[in-house]
């Protein structure tokens, strides 16, 4: 039988843990350990042992048993209400811990609770790995993307944007039609910004309503199997105007250049320059006010992180956004975000919602 991808990423982890210079691993992060075993539930803890599954043990309490014996039928059961105080008990030899998860208080607990173990700090294992996305990850990614744009696509075409309607009527349906297209909850609390408000490059939606002549910024995503996506479409209610059409093409060819410029090898700093560039030489660089994109994964915003400083590379696998905006204050702005894989070749648009300036 084929190794399960969470067993496959045990695998891998095994490995990072040996050069850390670790026996075992002891894992506490919820979304690491739904990564590297499948388990959704709200309390567990993982011992990964480096030297196999055999070894290795996971723990929850009571009531996940069931659902923790069809989630994770691999590895040894521990059931126990605290269930990393329970792991460290068990825990022997040079056992690595997430110090980047862990109290003061807790990392107490653990220590004193390790009698057989020498606790190390070992940060980010099990981050490194999550940075590449495997086929089965970006297979979830491109679903929950597909929900997204399927849900854009139908609140367009029965009218669920026009003059009159709330900002908080648009939000709600648009997340109710990503439910209906297979999305598990919203990905994050979808930014519906209409007019002036559109320049609030993180606006939460309000009781404002649409008007003819506004833009009207969509940032929102979907959720599949613990996988987020994330996009952002700028449409025009009524007619365009000349200073909204030519703010919409230059934030546009800022998108095209800063995708343009994601592979494998390309400094981080270099992919936001590429689209900066584009927006700084148009005299509109101060109203490009955030980072051009992140990771996107298990979290809507996981490394690595598309800025203006950061010298890390990217490299095929990782997901990312590419969100250029141009906000001018007072008057409305323009944001548009793709999601995107890292490829050899070019990247795998995971957002496919068209990026023509929308007029409804
Ligand atoms: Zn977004
Ligand atoms: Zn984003």
């Known amino acids: 039988m084929a190794d399960s991808p969470f067993a496959t990423r045990r695998r891998s982890l095994r490995a990072l843990v040996r050069a850390a210079g670790a026996d075992a691993l002891l894992v506490t992060n919820l979304l690491n350990i739904r990564y590297l075993t499948g388990f959704t539930g709200s309390n567990a803890a993982l011992l990964l042992d480096a030297e196999g599954d055999e070894r290795t043990l996971f723990c929850t309490d009571g009531r996940y048993v069931t659902q923790s014996q069809e989630e994770v039928p691999d590895l040894e059961l521990v059931n126990d209400r605290a269930s990393a105080a329970a792991l460290a ?11 980047q998860h862990v109290s003061v208080e807790q990392y107490e607990t653990l220590h ?16 490194r790995l999550r940075l590449i996305k495997d086929e089965h990850e970006i297979g979830a990614l491109r679903k929950a993307c597909a929900a997204a744009d399927a849900a854009l696509a139908q609140l367009i075409e029965r009218g669920g944007i026009r003059p009159g309607r709330t900002e908080r009527e648009v939000a709600r349906e648009l997340e109710n039609l990503m439910l209906d297209h297979g999305s598990a909850a919203r990905s994050f609390e979808s930014i519906v910004a209409a007019g002036p408000n559109s320049a609030i ?25 613990g996988y987020h996506s994330d996009m ?5 209610l009524g007619k ?3 200073w909204q059409r030519e703010l919409y093409d230059l934030v546009s060819q800022a998108q095209t250049e800063g995708s343009a410029a994601v592979r494998p090898g390309a400094v981080t700093k270099d992919v936001d320059k590429a689209a900066r560039g584009v927006i700084e030489r148009a005299g509109h660089g101060d109203e490009f006010s955030h980072g051009l994109g992140h990771g996107v994964g298990l979290e809507i915003h996981e490394a690595p992180s598309l800025a203006k400083k950061g010298d890390g590379t990217l490299a095929a696998g990782m997901t990312v956004t590419v969100e250029p905006g141009v906000y001018l204050a007072g008057r409305g702005g323009v944001r548009i975000e793709d999601t995107l894989v890292v490829r050899d070749t070019v ?12 007029v409804v």
């Not at 004193?112 to 981050?127: F, I, K, N, Q, Y």
């Not at 008007?211 to 599949?224: E, H, N, P, Q, Y």
């Not at 990247?347 to 929308?358: A, I, R």
């Open 112 to 127: 004193a609770l390790a009698e057989d173990a020498e606790l190390a700090r070992t940060p980010g294992l099990v981050e």
């Open 201 to 225: 490059p993180h606006h939460r939606p309000t009781g404002a309503v649409l008007a003819t002549g506004d833009f009207l910024k969509l940032d929102f995503g979907a959720t599949v199997e």
């Open 347 to 358: 990247p795998e648009l995971l957002t496919l919602s068209g990026k023509d300036l929308v």
């Open 232 to 236: 952002t479409r700028t449409l025009v």
């Open 240 to 242: 365009a105007a000349g």
């Open 89 to 99: 008990k068990r825990a022997k030899g040079r056992t690595g811990f997430e110090s």
